[in-house]
């Protein structure tokens, strides 16, 4: 088994779960500071909720992804109301089943790996 261990790929430092998460949260937060301070314009800097939603689906997998797009996409309508957007009903729609495809996608092809290694280190 020890030379089974060795083929199997290790994390770097920068793909370590802790830096991976803190980075999403950094973010979630960066986006939504953003989103606040841009006013009017908050509704067009929302869609980059989309990469710290792929971030914690790659990590977490398909459920953890798309709890991400629900939280990203509270944190669209908080930024929403919290400033004078005009933006529709169907654009916020559209916005959160695009962030859910991303985590579930992305999610399930982590869950899909993970199954493999699993099944890499059973044999």
């Known amino acids: 088994m020890m030379g089974l261990e060795r083929t199997l790929p290790v994390r770097g430092w920068l793909e370590r779960r802790a830096v991976v998460l803190g980075t999403a949260a ?4 960066g986006v939504l500071l953003g989103a606040e301070a841009g006013g009017r314009g ?15 689906a790659l990590e977490l997998g398909a459920v953890a992804g798309v709890a991400a797009a629900a939280a990203a996409t509270t944190l669209t309508g908080l930024a929403l109301l919290s400033t004078a957007s005009t933006v529709g009903a169907a654009r916020i729609v559209a916005e959160a089943l695009a962030m ?20 890499q280190r059973k044999h």
Do not use: C, H, K, W
């Not at 908050?42 to 914690?56: K, M």
């Open 26 to 29: 950094a973010l979630l937060i």
């Open 42 to 56: 908050a509704a067009d800097l929302t869609v980059a909720y989309s990469l710290p939603v792929a971030l914690i």
């Open 100 to 119: 859910v495809g991303v985590g579930a996608i992305n999610g399930r092809f982590s869950d899909r790996m993970q199954e493999a290694r699993s099944q």
